[in-house]
């Protein structure tokens, strides 16, 4: 292959790339610049992918007929304090599983990894009739407790915690430590990476859910965010486009932040765990 | 000696206390949300149970009635429908394009291009399937407004029988495929460089270099892929509810929509639980056969 043949292939391959990545966007960036038109212009011909207007009522208007602070705060709300929940209960079975050698370790660390094979929909019914039971149906804390547990997050932070040194906790068992506090100090501290990665996942998951809050919530005060648009669509029609798209847009907000934050760890789990599959 | 023997059996007590100890909270859990129900969708199919009245053992008939459901055959259809489609659209494409991405010799553009395809991943399915149903909307879409503009006809997206599942397939390719994308992308980042610089010493092309060299040598990440995304296919739910919801008809509703409109918005618990362990054994089913086939073509060292 001479050269000038080299560099146009390349150009070439560039270019696919780059098209396939400007398609990628513009479903975003027409979702956020009509959210700032006017009702009226939304569905005008040819459609304009960048803002050509700022009407920012349309904001103020999703917060005015909807409880929509409520909904984000509903939404933050099982994201974190199921996310902390699930750090504790992740982080202390990932240190059994992967530091101390107790009898029966391996048959339920693989009747745990079992559990990555379950569907949701296999489980959710019966989940339901327990919640019922304890009268927490309606309430957020029906989609916090179950989501507790993640299989997928165990076996992550076993992986990762298995790579860290014996020689780290025989020194400090030396000086008298035990092993709540070598959990504690050593192997938590160490973990970071991958224990902000897992909390990542989770919390999008959350945040992200619909068929929980669909099944578990029915009070306009309690939904989170995407149940909350579902309302938002079905109660505006196609006539108020662009708040429902004020809407849709403000759910897309924190995962693009996170992004930008956890890229590098989203990137680093999805190597643990592709890698040792 | 003894003595030697006595500390070392110590040990291993404690460590079977501490171990069950720091292993216990996950393990409740793990019962009351995982093995629990998990028993309850073997049972709950021998009852009819709607939530309110106490539940009625009934034997067999909630399974003679599965059988005999003419709409169970045309959904559990369109689920494999699903999995024929986007399963090969997200194993194969998805490499194809890390392999591209991979290629790009500037650093700072091949991270862009990461990002770019990983992002729609992680955003709230609801919403962006909320735009996407505007997108495609047969008259007032955009879409169909640049068919028009190229001289051909309004494309019926969300109303024909088939084409919806174009349209879900391209909506899954735009929002998912950032998932296998980057699990083949990390996977081809491990194979070293020298493999190609001798591969096109040998003077092979950049297609031959991807079937010859790239393919082969990921096969482990290929099986992760496919499983995984088989499990998520599997379960199919927000693109059917938000997109078509479920029709024309019954013609995109699938097992797991089937699931909530039996169990939770006619109360048929026993019917849905059915259902739910209909497609818990389907999933079992696949997932032993994708296992016990990988040593056919699964290559875990080369060494």
Redesign the interface.
């Known amino acids: 292959m001479n050269k000038s043949k080299k560099i146009f292939s390349g150009m070439w391959h560039n270019a696919l790339l780059i098209l396939l990545a400007v398609m990628m966007l513009l479903p975003f960036t027409w979702i956020f610049s009509t959210s700032l038109r006017l009702p009226k212009d939304s569905f005008k011909f040819p459609p304009n992918f960048l803002p050509t207007s700022f009407h920012f009522e349309n904001y103020t208007t999703v917060f005015q007929t909807f409880p929509f602070l409520n909904f984000i705060f509903n939404s933050l709300f099982v994201g974190i304090v199921a996310g902390i929940f699930n750090i504790i209960v992740t982080t202390m079975a990932a240190f059994a599983f992967a530091r101390i050698r107790f009898k029966g370790r391996g048959p339920l660390f693989v009747i745990f990894l079992a559990g990555l094979m379950i569907p949701m929909q296999a489980t959710i019914i019966p989940t339901f009739i327990i919640m019922s039971k304890v009268k927490l149906v309606g309430t957020l804390w029906a989609l916090i407790i179950p989501a507790m547990i993640t299989p997928l997050s165990i076996f992550l932070v076993r992986q990762f915690m298995m790579t860290i040194p014996k020689s780290y906790e025989e020194a400090a068992y030396m000086d008298g430590a035990n092993r709540f506090l070598i959990y504690l100090k050593i192997i938590l501290p160490m973990s970071k990476s991958v224990i902000i990665m897992t909390s990542l996942i989770n919390f999008l998951f959350n945040w992200n859910n619909f068929m929980g809050p669909l099944i578990y919530l029915s009070d306009w005060e309690k939904m989170t965010i995407p149940i909350g648009l579902r309302m938002l669509q079905g109660y505006q029609g196609t006539g108020s486009i662009s708040v429902i798209f004020a809407g849709v847009f403000m759910s897309i907000v924190p995962a693009l932040l996170l992004y930008l934050f956890g890229q590098k760890y989203l990137v680093k789990g999805a190597a643990i765990s592709g890698l040792k599959s | 000696m003894t003595k030697k023997i006595s500390v070392f059996k110590k040990k291993?007590r404690w460590?079977?206390i501490?171990?069950?100890l720091?292993?216990s909270?996950?393990?409740i859990?793990?019962v009351?949300?995982?093995a629990?129900?998990?028993i309850?969708?073997l049972v709950?199919p021998l009852f009819n149970y709607n939530?309110i009245l106490p539940a009625e053992f009934v034997g067999l008939d909630n399974f003679k009635d599965f059988f005999a459901d003419e709409d169970m055959a045309i959904v559990f259809g369109n689920t494999s429908k699903f999995l024929l489609i986007l399963t090969p659209m997200h194993c194969i494409l998805g490499l194809i394009?890390a392999y591209?991405?991979q290629?790009?010799?500037h650093t700072a553009?091949r991270n862009?291009?990461r990002?770019?395809?990983?992002?729609?991943s992680?955003?709230?399915?609801?919403?962006?399937a909320?735009?996407?149903t505007?997108?495609f909307s047969t008259d007032?879409g955009?879409i169909n407004?640049y068919l028009r503009?190229l001289g051909l006809n309004n494309v019926p997206w969300l109303t024909d029988s088939n084409m919806v599942y174009v349209t879900i397939a391209i909506f899954s390719f735009?929002k998912f495929i950032g998932t296998t994308f980057?699990?083949y992308f990390?996977?081809l980042n491990?194979i070293p460089e020298s493999y190609y610089e001798s591969a096109r010493i040998d003077g092979a092309?950049?297609v031959q270099i991807f079937t010859r060299i790239t393919v082969p040598l990921v096969t482990?990440?290929i099986?992760?892929v496919v499983?995984i995304t088989t499990?998520g296919v599997?379960?199919i739910?927000?693109e059917p509810?938000?997109i078509t919801n479920g029709g024309p008809g019954v013609s995109t509703t699938t097992?797991?929509l089937k699931?909530?409109r039996v169990?939770?918005q006619q109360n048929n618990?026993g019917y849905?639980?059915t259902v739910?362990?209909g497609?818990?054994i389907l999933?079992?089913m696949v997932?032993v056969i994708q296992y016990l086939m990988q040593n056919k073509w699964v290559v875990y060292d080369y060494e």
Request: zero cysteines; charged letters at 5%; aromatic letters at 24%.
């Open positions: 291993q460590d079977n501490s171990g069950y720091f292993l909270p996950a393990l859990a793990f009351i949300f995982i629990i129900p998990i309850m969708t709950l939530l394009l591209m991405v290629r790009v010799k553009l862009i291009f990002g770019v395809i990983y992002f729609p992680i955003v709230t399915t609801a919403s962006v909320i735009a996407f505007y997108m007032s955009f407004y503009q735009w980057l699990y990390i996977g491990n092309g950049p482990p990440v099986f992760f499983i499990i599997f379960q739910f927000n509810y938000f097992v797991a699931i909530y169990a939770f618990i849905g639980a739910a362990l497609l818990f999933i079992m997932t």
